[in-house]
């Protein structure tokens, strides 16, 4: 099974400073996404990526930006945090040849005091 | 509006009771998928199902297309089977981005 591991698992941090979550996978997957989960919302995606190099809007991208240096890495950057922001945040991978079934971290918990 | 709508919203079970959660959608689908969400922990897909019935253990999915519906039936729950039942769809955009939309989830308690 795919392994995807996210760092760190929690983050407290101020308001207007920057905070970066780390994602690592190690199974080859082209596609990599970043979602944050809040109550009565779901899971809303935030950012994702076809490949290294490559990052695309999802739903809810406002304040935050992404990185994917490797085909390994996909990094979410909050350069301005604020308390809005506090959730928790997944990570996923997937590919086409998997029929696209998504592989999850288990999850960074921000809270932007 | 929102287009992937899970009901029941929550479901309390006793050990042994079988257990039928939906999820609807009001657009096309390349796919449906399923997950499992632990209590407070990560995310395990239970199936990849664009159509059709599949089986898997004591947990059958259902998806029917033209009705625009997905179902995610247990049977004879267990205590382990307690948390929250996630359904995605991945939008018929014309292309394949493979983009998820989530359901807000089923929470499921099983009490022995």
């Known amino acids: 099974e795919a392994a995807v591991t996210q760092s760190p698992r929690n983050k407290v941090a101020v308001t207007g400073g920057k905070v970066t979550l780390s994602c690592n996978q190690t199974n080859n997957h082209n596609n990599m996404y970043w979602y944050r989960q809040d109550t009565g919302h779901g899971l809303r995606l935030i950012h994702y990526s076809y490949g290294a190099g490559s990052t695309e809007k999802g739903d809810i991208p406002d304040g935050y930006k992404a990185s994917r240096p490797s085909q390994e890495n996909f990094s979410l950057i909050l350069e301005l945090a604020t308390p809005s922001q506090t959730s928790v945040y997944f990570c996923?991978?997937?590919?086409?040849?998997?029929?696209?079934?998504?592989?999850f971290g288990h999850g960074t918990k921000l809270s932007v005091l | 509006g929102q287009q992937v709508q899970q009901s029941p919203a929550s479901l309390v079970l006793q050990e042994g009771e079988n257990a039928e959660l939906q999820c609807n959608f009001s657009t096309s689908l390349n796919s449906m998928q399923w997950f499992y969400q632990r209590p407070g922990g990560s995310l395990v897909s239970l199936f990849y199902?664009?159509?059709g019935t599949k089986h898997s253990g004591r947990l059958t999915s259902t998806t029917v297309i033209k009705e625009r519906r997905s179902s995610l039936h247990i049977s004879s729950s267990q205590t382990t089977d307690s948390g929250t039942y996630l359904c995605?769809?991945?939008?018929?955009?014309?292309?394949?981005?493979?983009?998820?939309?989530f359901g807000k989830g089923t929470l499921l308690t099983v009490t022995p």
């Open positions: 996923a991978s997937g590919d086409a040849q998997c029929n696209e079934r998504l592989f």
């Open positions: 995605a769809l991945e939008r018929d955009s014309g292309g394949s981005n493979y983009k998820l939309t």
């Open positions: 199902n664009p159509s």
